[in-house]
């Protein structure tokens, strides 16, 4: 079936220390996406990978899609405290789904 | 521009109640609709999807329904709450291929 696995589910990490979030499908997928949900707020888009190999920065920020187009990370240098959230990968499997990955919860430890 | 309305924003109600949970969207045709659950903590449970009026995919069987009455709107239904479906719910549209909005969201709880 159709799988995909986000790790970790959690990371605590001090302010100024790097975060990673990876995602890891078991099928290829036509794309993926990477989306951001604040502490009691809805998720939001950040961004969309496509190409495989594709590296894409926003700021402090880079995401990364596998050669094989089936993994995806999000790296983000320096954390800041407005990084807290949970991350979600949302993998595109050419279908009409929309499904996500088990999210990824980063706090700050200032 | 595309926005998309979800009400209430909270919601306190009692074991055995009803529910009805509205989400609309502007600025757009014949979305992708989505209804999610969240759990305290934890990630996007899809319970319903619809990509036209009438058509219902449901993926977790339980204690709820879904319906789409016009292109625009999504409504998800229960007969009767249970202490279990407490919980942050999410609709969602997207057109294809193209990223997904979500609305502020409704945070449902039931005693």
């Known amino acids: 079936g159709q799988q995909v696995m986000q790790i970790p589910q959690y990371q605590h990490v001090q302010e100024g220390e790097d975060f990673t979030t990876y995602c890891n499908s078991s099928?290829?997928?036509?794309?993926i996406q990477w989306y951001k949900q604040r502490p009691g707020g809805h998720p939001v888009f950040l961004i969309q990978?496509?190409?495989?190999?594709e590296v894409k920065k926003q700021k402090r920020l880079t995401f990364q899609f596998g050669e094989a187009k089936k993994n995806s990370s999000l790296h983000i240098t320096a954390t800041q405290t407005t990084d807290v959230g949970t991350y979600f990968c949302r993998p595109n499997f050419g279908n009409e789904k929309l499904t996500f990955g088990t999210g990824t919860r980063l706090t700050i430890i200032p | 521009s595309q926005t998309i309305h979800q009400w209430p924003a909270t919601l306190v109600q009692p074991v055995g109640s009803p529910l009805s949970l509205e989400c609309t969207v502007e600025g757009t045709s014949n979305p992708n609709l989505y209804w999610y659950r969240q759990a305290a903590g934890r990630g996007l449970q899809l319970l319903f999807y619809s990509v036209g009026i009438g058509q219902i995919s449901s993926e977790v069987p339980q204690n709820l329904s879904a319906s789409r009455p016009q292109d625009r709107q999504f409504i998800l239904s229960s007969k009767k709450l249970l202490l279990s479906d407490s919980g942050f719910y999410l609709c969602?549209?997207?057109?294809?291929?193209?990223?997904?909005?979500f609305g502020q969201g409704t945070r449902l709880t039931v005693v």
């Open positions: 969602a549209w997207m057109a294809l291929n193209t990223e997904a909005f």
């Open positions: 099928t290829t997928l036509s794309n």
């Open positions: 990978l496509v190409k495989s190999g």
